[in-house]
């Protein structure tokens, strides 16, 4: 019958070098590889223009996404079709401010990306309550109509809508 063993090997701790050395950002990594290093600065200008998009329209632009800009012609990806069509509409104000912002912005294109997710954050429902003295007088106005066939909806609403106020099942 073999025992667990109860050996654990020694690890090394981080070294004194290690712990002096800071943590990299993006930026160093892509600084570090003359490949990607020839990336940063389109990828710094396309994340700069995608603020300067945010900020002239920030309700549509947290759907959307610069995808290039190369030319004078700026490229936008949006999820679907309605936001694209939303956009479409803006795009005149988009051109004009960005060019007063210094972008060389001759045309503006849009292209749907319909694989790309976009969540519509839930609305926030209210619940409505009634006092407790409106419960009772629409309880007593139910007691107080008489039985027939033209009230017998209106008395079913009644007694439904003082059931739901009053937590009777």
Not at 8 to 26: E, M
Not at 110 to 129: A, C, D, F, H, M
Not at 144 to 167: F, H, I, P, Y
Request: hydrophobic share 45%.
């Amino acid at each position: 019958m073999k025992y667990p063993s109860t050996f654990t090997p020694y690890r090394r701790g981080p070294s004194a070098a290690q712990l002096k050395r800071k943590p990299r950002d993006a930026t160093d990594f892509l600084q570090s590889d003359n490949a990607m290093a020839s990336l940063l600065p389109a990828i710094t200008r396309m994340s700069a223009l995608q603020k300067s998009c945010a900020a002239i329209l920030p309700a549509i632009f947290k759907s959307c996404d610069v995808m290039n800009f190369e030319g004078g012609q700026l490229v936008l990806s949006m999820p679907n079709a309605a936001l694209a069509a939303k956009l479409k509409q803006q795009l005149p104000k988009l051109q004009e401010r960005l060019l007063k912002d210094g972008w060389q912005v001759n045309a503006i294109r849009i292209k749907v990306q319909v694989g790309k997710s976009y969540v519509v954050p839930p609305v926030e429902r209210r619940v409505l309550t009634l006092p407790n003295l409106a419960v009772a007088s629409f309880a007593e106005l139910n007691d107080a109509l008489e039985d027939s066939k033209q009230n017998q909806a209106l008395k079913a609403a009644l007694v439904n809508m003082v059931r739901r106020n009053t937590g009777i099942k």
